[in-house]
């Protein structure tokens, strides 16, 4: 069983930056995939980033590419997601998920755990 927490959320200026924190119990996320996803009010939840396991690769959303850099930190067992030039359409609630697996994984029932979501609001 793994639990993950996310943490880093927050209001920020459109442009601005955030890092947002996912932190697992439980298992030690080396060998785990993680992804990071992003539901904004009245809309579906939607892929963002992920990580591979066994890996550092990385692959993220068209919308995301060049200004979020999602990365894995072994001794804290704990992935972050670094966001940068925030626009406001990045206004969403964010949850990292984890599954085993040595793949790029961009569905949301891909994933086997989920952790609670961060809220990040992006002001004009």
């Known amino acids: 069983q793994v639990q993950l927490e996310e943490s880093g959320g927050g209001l920020v200026q459109a442009g601005g930056s955030l890092r947002l924190s996912c932190a697992a119990s439980g298992r030690v996320l080396t060998s785990y995939a993680v992804g990071w996803f992003r539901q904004a009010p009245g809309k579906e939840r939607e892929f963002v980033a992920c990580i591979r396991g066994n890996g550092d690769s990385t692959y993220y959303a068209q919308s995301v590419k060049g200004r979020f850099t999602t990365s894995r930190d072994g001794a804290s067992n704990t992935v972050y997601l670094q966001m940068n030039s925030l626009k406001a359409e990045g206004t969403a609630a964010y949850y990292c998920?984890?599954?085993?697996?040595?793949?790029?994984?961009?569905?949301?029932?891909?994933?086997?755990?989920w952790g609670q979501g961060t809220q990040v609001t992006v002001s004009l």
């Open positions: 998920a984890a599954r085993q697996g040595s793949y790029w994984y961009t569905g949301i029932g891909e994933y086997t755990y």
